[in-house]
């Protein structure tokens, strides 16, 4: 899915939306992530829109050599921050981009894209193609995307794909292997802490070695 006729500059509205308040997000790894990694031996991991860095955080942890790309400075400020506190900066290199304009260097055995989603300019397929590029020989490539809306949404304009187009946008040829693609459900509490199903559509594709 392409979101070209969104107006609004990518590194503006993220860098806006981070410094407008404190912490955005939870602090706590992306359950998906935990699921699928935690069978991988550790590795160099790419961590596409890295946030506040809880992801990178728990992969470092863990004994990976992570990369945290974001496009918010103010984000990734907080999560160095946080690596720093928990003696952690040995571990991760953190570098800031727009993926519609740049992409970091370099193959990694773990590429990671939690929930890219963007109500700002953002051509999730060129970015997704370009991820798997950059997965090395025997590599996983782990995407997690929103599968429907919240349903404490009462409306929302974006358009969530589905795996099947996701994986079709990305024209992988045979040297990849589905690992798994399926819809899954996660519990989590609502804005008023009413308790909620969120689903998720979970790709993990192995790249041949």
């Known amino acids: 899915m392409h979101n070209d006729d969104k107006p609004?500059?990518?590194?503006?509205?993220?860098?806006?939306r981070y410094s407008s308040s404190g912490r955005t997000w939870s602090g706590?790894?992306?359950?998906?992530?935990?699921e699928a990694a935690a069978e991988l031996p550790p590795g160099?991991?790419?961590?596409?829109?890295?946030?506040?860095?809880?992801d990178a955080l728990w992969l470092a942890e863990?004994?990976?050599?992570?990369?945290?790309?974001?496009?918010?400075?103010?984000?990734?400020?907080r999560?160095?921050?946080?690596a720093a506190g928990r003696n952690l900066l040995d571990r991760i290199e953190f570098q800031c981009h727009d993926l519609n304009e740049s992409f970091p260097?370099?193959?990694?055995?773990?590429?990671?894209?939690?929930?890219?989603?963007s109500p700002a300019r953002l051509d999730r397929e060129a970015v997704l193609?370009?991820?798997a590029e950059h997965v090395a020989p025997g590599g996983v490539l782990l995407i997690v995307d929103h599968g429907e809306a919240p349903p404490w949404a009462k409306e929302h304009l974006h358009r969530f794909p589905g795996i099947e187009e996701?994986?079709?946008g990305m024209q992988l040829d045979a040297t990849w292997t589905r690992l798994r693609a399926e819809q899954v459900g996660r519990e989590t509490l609502g804005p008023d802490g009413q308790p909620a199903t969120l689903v998720d559509n979970v790709m993990v594709l192995r790249k041949a070695a």
Not at 8 to 16: K, L, N, S, T, V
């Open 166 to 168: 996701v994986l079709a």
């Open 129 to 131: 193609r370009r991820a």
């Open 79 to 82: 999560a160095s921050e946080a």
């Open 44 to 54: 160099r991991a790419l961590d596409l829109g890295s946030g506040e860095g809880a």
């Open 62 to 77: 863990r004994g990976w050599r992570v990369l945290a790309v974001d496009v918010s400075e103010t984000a990734l400020q």
């Open 28 to 34: 706590r790894v992306n359950a998906q992530l935990v």
């Open 8 to 16: 609004e500059d990518a590194r503006r509205f993220w860098e806006e």
């Open 105 to 117: 260097e370099g193959t990694f055995d773990l590429v990671s894209a939690q929930y890219l989603h």
